[in-house]
């Protein structure tokens, strides 16, 4: 079964830093693109950081200067780091991927099931 196995959410007081990694496991030939969504209650669903499989990375302009993202192609994981939180990044972070699953299969994505983080004010 491949999945994608997010870690690292947390309660944390503004101002903070946190560290989210998602590991992705089973059976992958490749993976594209990965990424962090986030969906906070009663909001829609945003895409917070996108890195390619060459490294070259965007972000939300609400994260930009706080957020970093990057990926260990060895380990098939990903990482956003989180630094300077405010109570409006409180919400629930997906990360995905863009896997093939054989050499000649169509590339699909992957979603995990996500990892809480709250901020405090």
């Known amino acids: 079964q491949v999945q994608l196995v997010e870690s690292g959410g947390d309660l944390v007081q503004a101002g903070g830093s946190l560290r989210l990694s998602c590991v992705a496991s089973?059976?992958?030939?490749?993976?594209?693109?990965m990424g962090w969504y986030r969906q906070a209650p009663g909001k829609m669903r945003e895409l917070v950081a996108h890195i390619t499989n060459g490294g070259t990375a965007n972000y939300a302009d609400s994260v930009k200067g706080r957020f970093t993202v990057s990926r260990d192609n060895a380990k098939d994981t990903v990482y956003l780091q989180m630094n300077s939180l405010e109570p409006e990044d409180t919400a629930v972070y997906h990360c995905y991927a863009n896997v093939r699953r054989r050499l000649k299969s169509v590339p699909y994505d992957l979603w995990g099931q996500g990892t809480q983080v709250t901020v405090s004010s």
């Open positions: 089973g059976s992958i030939f490749s993976i594209n693109a």
